[in-house]
């Protein structure tokens, strides 16, 4: 652990990934960065050492998002219209992309433990024991997070499918032009 | 077949003996290799979905915050070898004397003062060594009235450096070359048991007044600066104790300027240091008159350094400058106020 790299840089890039999966939101997600930067500077006390830089940030990030969360839900922070647009138009549609539209939308169905721990291990690939170190986790209860989670999004998307083919008619009208500006926001 | 381990499969964590096993599990188990399967594909998909090759290229203002970062971590493990090697002392010191040059060229330009402690930490090494290898008490029987007891001079020189009413007693003192000089070490033992060392020399830093604290195992350092002067505590003793002791001493350098002498004080002009705009603060005791080498010294092979199966080149030597007073000149001192010290949270 100790002899991971000390070059920040190194880990911008998914920490970035990472903040972005987390808020789906790229303004939001740039600014879940750079506030984990700078916690992650004040917090560097020279008699705390910091013995595994990845899951240091990684830990920062977690607490800093956890903490957006808590103040949402007492109404702290305004949630543009865009913002709930966007999650409200997050359905699975037939269009292209349906693959991965429908992942999307199953993340967003799932709590937030479990998608915390999906996206670390799944996207970041982090070990068992990082992610319980960093959500600060017991091991076994991030792997039965782990195992509900994807066995949820399985059958999300199973169904997924399917509600998409029944329902092809209805949202259709509303959706292209959102979408196209969604992805084109995406890929920035 | 555990839950965990068709995860783990999925996720590549697996032992590499495991695999074969869940392999074949897998393939008379329809149903839970589509299941894994589609785990599999999860995982795909979540690359598909947010890896973006744009996130390589680092905006400006993260690569200066990740810069400051980096900085704050590479000094944080220097530190840490630093103090790795001080908690080792006495036990396998003369071991890790031996390979201190590596330490040495690790030391970026970057951190003087921590070059400066890590100076200081090497002549604790040292003398933490020559008590494990011949008692405390035979330290400062061996000076033999040569180098430790300086110490008696470094009292006189350094009014700061009384540490009795922390508990702390002078054991011991010597002069050492140093980067830019030549530094003094004082070494102090509470009744405990405990051995702290003082080193006081010159450094060239802009970090002045604060002090910096390092701990690791039950090894704690301490440094600061004033004005030209570098000061170093170190010892196995916990940092709020260190701190107190740090206290004490930055405190009574800050008001020693009174402090009787047996030689004339040269007057000396206070140097007006930004720091004395803060506030009128009295004259100090410093160090660099002392650094050259005075007259009628005499050169002793220090205890460490003889006891060293290795002939030691670049070890520092003792130097017996008791009958050698020099003159002192005055300086000002920052403000206290300066120091600073975050509680353990």
């Given at each position: 652990?100790?002899?991971?790299?000390?070059?920040?840089?190194?880990?911008?890039?998914?920490?970035?990934?990472?903040?972005?999966?987390?808020?789906?939101?790229?303004?939001?997600?740039?600014?879940?960065?750079?506030?984990?930067?700078?916690?992650?500077?004040?917090?560097?006390?020279?008699?705390?050492?910091?013995?595994?830089?990845?899951?240091?940030?990684?830990?920062?990030?977690?607490?800093?998002?956890?903490?957006?969360?808590?103040?949402?839900?007492?109404?702290?922070?305004?949630?543009?219209?865009?913002?709930?647009?966007?999650?409200l138009v997050a359905k699975p549609s037939q269009l292209d992309h349906l693959e991965v539209r429908d992942l999307a939308g199953a993340l967003d169905k799932l709590s937030t433990e479990q998608r915390e721990v999906i996206l670390l291990i799944g996207l970041e690939g982090m070990s068992y024991e990082d992610a319980a170190r960093i959500l600060d986790i017991p091991n076994g209860t991030v792997m039965s997070r782990l195992s509900r989670g994807r066995e949820a999004l399985r059958r999300l998307l199973d169904g997924g499918d399917r509600n998409d083919a029944r329902s092809s008619g209805t949202n259709v009208q509303s959706l292209p032009s959102r979408r196209v500006r969604e992805q084109l926001r995406g890929r920035g | 077949m555990a839950e965990d381990e068709l995860h783990a499969y999925v996720d590549g964590h697996l032992p590499a003996g495991r695999k074969g096993s869940v392999e074949s599990f897998l393939s008379a188990a329809p149903g839970e290799q589509?299941?894994?399967?589609?785990?599999?594909?999860?995982?795909?998909?979540?690359?598909?979905l947010y890896d973006r090759p744009t996130y390589e290229t680092i905006p400006p203002h993260y690569g200066s915050l990740a810069e400051r970062l980096g900085r704050a971590i590479r000094r944080q493990r220097m530190a840490r070898r630093l103090l790795a090697g001080a908690a080792a002392a006495?036990?396998?010191?003369?071991?890790?004397?031996?390979?201190?040059?590596?330490?040495?060229?690790?030391?970026?330009?970057?951190?003087?003062?921590?070059?400066?402690?890590?100076?200081?930490?090497?002549?604790?090494?040292?003398?933490?060594?020559?008590?494990?290898?011949?008692?405390?008490?035979?330290?400062?029987?061996?000076?033999?009235?040569?180098?430790?007891?300086?110490?008696?001079?470094?009292?006189?020189?350094?009014?700061?450096?009384?540490?009795?009413?922390n508990g702390f007693t002078l054991v011991g003192g010597r002069f050492l070359p140093s980067g830019h000089g030549a530094a003094v070490q004082l070494v102090y033992v509470n009744k405990n048991g405990r051995h702290v060392t003082l080193f006081v020399g010159p450094a060239t830093s802009g970090h002045r007044g604060a002090f910096t604290i390092f701990e690791q195992d039950d090894v704690a350092l301490i440094y600061w600066q004033v004005d030209n002067l570098g000061y170093s505590l170190i010892g196995n003793v916990d940092r709020r104790i260190l701190f107190e002791l740090a206290e004490t001493i930055a405190g009574a350098t800050t008001v020693a300027g009174g402090a009787k002498s047996n030689e004339a004080v040269q007057p000396a002009p206070v140097q007006s240091e930004a720091a004395s705009a803060v506030a009128p603060v009295p004259p100090v005791l410093t160090m660099p008159p002392l650094l050259t080498t005075p007259p009628e010294t005499k050169q002793v092979v220090d205890q460490a350094v003889k006891d060293s199966p290795e002939p030691r080149p670049a070890a520092p030597t003792?130097?017996?400058?008791?009958?050698?007073?020099?003159?002192?000149?005055?300086?000002?001192?920052p403000a206290i106020s300066d120091v600073r010290l975050k509680p353990r949270t």
């Open positions: 652990m100790e002899n991971r790299s000390a070059n920040v840089t190194a880990y911008i890039p998914e920490l970035r990934r990472y903040a972005r999966a987390l808020l789906r939101d790229p303004v939001e997600a740039e600014d879940l960065v750079q506030e984990c930067l700078c916690r992650a500077i004040a917090r560097a006390r020279p008699w705390r050492l910091i013995r595994d830089l990845r899951a240091y940030l990684f830990t920062i990030m977690h607490n800093l998002y956890v903490d957006r969360i808590a103040k949402k839900a007492n109404g702290h922070d305004i949630v543009s219209d865009e913002m709930v647009e966007r999650k | 589509e299941r894994v399967e589609a785990y599999q594909r999860q995982n795909i998909e979540l690359h598909r006495g036990v396998a010191g003369l071991a890790l004397l031996a390979g201190w040059s590596g330490y040495e060229r690790l030391t970026p330009a970057e951190y003087p003062l921590l070059a400066f402690a890590q100076q200081a930490t090497k002549a604790h090494m040292m003398a933490m060594n020559g008590f494990a290898g011949s008692g405390a008490g035979e330290i400062k029987a061996s000076a033999d009235g040569q180098s430790w007891s300086a110490g008696r001079f470094a009292a006189t020189l350094l009014p700061s450096a009384d540490l009795a009413k003792a130097v017996d400058v008791r009958d050698s007073l020099p003159s002192r000149p005055r300086k000002a001192s």
